[in-house]
């Protein structure tokens, strides 16, 4: 079949001076990279190239207004080398959602679905093959244009990079359930995946980190009364043996409609664990840690998987997080791996095949 992209390959491998022993999430990029450019309404014929800088100007309008989405993905190699996407049209979709909520022109499908395949199969070998390890997938849509008029720009770069991933999460991580700061509002950005939703994310970190906590769990800026999700992950708590999580769009604008919390929701439901998706009050999870309900929090997301709390804060009330033996967490990050990594037949039609 010929391609739709232009393919310009790079002329020597960087991967012989790659070193996947050490994989630190998000530092290291594989070979090439996929750019499309919308110009005065005009997609240009999209490239696959070498991996490099950026030509702009400093009046680039995402410099200034942050018109810039992204999204999360990541291609699983199986033990015969077969290559495998996880659920990619839902990132497409979220992707174009984001692009609408921040006023940037939809990317076609086919750049976006076709495109990553043909990226990841050309630099395939980048994809690591140890317990747990991936290629974490980037795709990242800016305003191109050079202009400092605050208003929506009139050309943007879609572009996807790829980096070899291990563990997210290096060590143990507790929680601060953030009562000052807020993430997101009721009609704002929260669901969509804008770069600026991160940065505001960076100094109450900060702050929690001073005190000895890896994330925050944001809650509701209005009332900061409900639990809503922690850095990159949506968050599930197990009050008994019942497990409850945020509701995200419609219901609410504030929340990451994050594709792993969809799959947990069904695997849940699958394995008959009941799922409440409800507004989840800080008040219950805290009584329920006090009486002994409460049995194990995690966050779940593309790039952190499935990862248990060890601790959680609020105010001045602190708890170490049970790690029971019949974890949910770790049930549900196996049942995940293994259709990720086509491990097990996949009755949902989520593993997507690079051939
Ligand atoms: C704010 C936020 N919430 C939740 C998630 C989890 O979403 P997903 O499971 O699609 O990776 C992410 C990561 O993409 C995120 O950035």
Not at 215 to 232: N, P
Request: hydrophobic content about 40%; aromatic content about 12%.
């Amino acid at each position: 079949m010929k391609s739709k992209f232009i393919i310009e390959k790079i002329q020597q491998s960087k991967l012989p001076q790659a070193d996947f022993s050490h994989l630190v999430f998000g530092k290291m990029f594989s070979d090439h990279m996929l750019v499309a450019d919308l110009i005065d309404g005009q997609w240009e014929t999209p490239k696959i190239m070498p991996y490099q800088a950026l030509p702009y100007e400093p009046s680039a309008k995402v410099f200034h207004y942050a018109q810039a989405i992204f999204e999360g993905m990541k291609a699983y190699k199986d033990k015969d080398g077969n290559i495998f996407l996880f659920r990619p049209e839902d990132n497409f979709e979220r992707m174009n959602n984001s692009a609408m909520r921040l006023g940037m022109p939809p990317i076609p499908k086919e750049y976006f679905i076709d495109g990553i395949k043909e990226l990841v199969k050309l630099d395939q070998d980048w994809i690591p093959t140890g317990d747990g390890e991936s290629l974490y997938i980037r795709p990242v849509y800016i305003a191109t244009e050079n202009a400092v008029a605050a208003s929506p720009s009139d050309s943007y770069r879609f572009m996807v990079m790829c980096s070899p991933a291990g563990k997210y999460y290096s060590g143990d991580v507790k929680v601060k359930i953030e009562d000052r700061y807020s993430r997101a509002c009721d009609g704002g950005v929260g669901y969509a995946k804008a770069a600026g939703n991160y940065a505001a994310q960076f100094y109450p970190t900060q702050l929690a980190k001073k005190e000895g906590f890896q994330q925050i769990i944001w809650t509701d800026a209005r009332e900061h009364k409900y639990l809503e999700e922690a850095g990159t992950m949506n968050v599930f708590f197990r009050i008994g043996d019942k497990l409850l999580t945020a509701p995200t769009v419609p219901e609410s604008t504030r929340i990451l409609p994050g594709v792993t919390r969809k799959s947990i929701i069904q695997l849940a439901k699958d394995h008959g664990i009941d799922v409440e998706v409800r507004p989840v009050e800080v008040a219950e999870v805290i009584e329920a840690a006090k009486n002994g309900n409460l049995k194990e929090i995690f966050g779940v997301g593309t790039a952190a998987t499935v990862l248990p709390l060890i601790g959680m804060k609020y105010k001045d009330y602190y708890t170490d997080l049970p790690q029971p033996d019949d974890s949910y967490a770790d049930k549900f990050k196996k049942a995940l791996m293994d259709i990720q990594y086509n491990r097990v037949e996949d009755p949902y039609g989520w593993r997507v095949a690079i051939d």
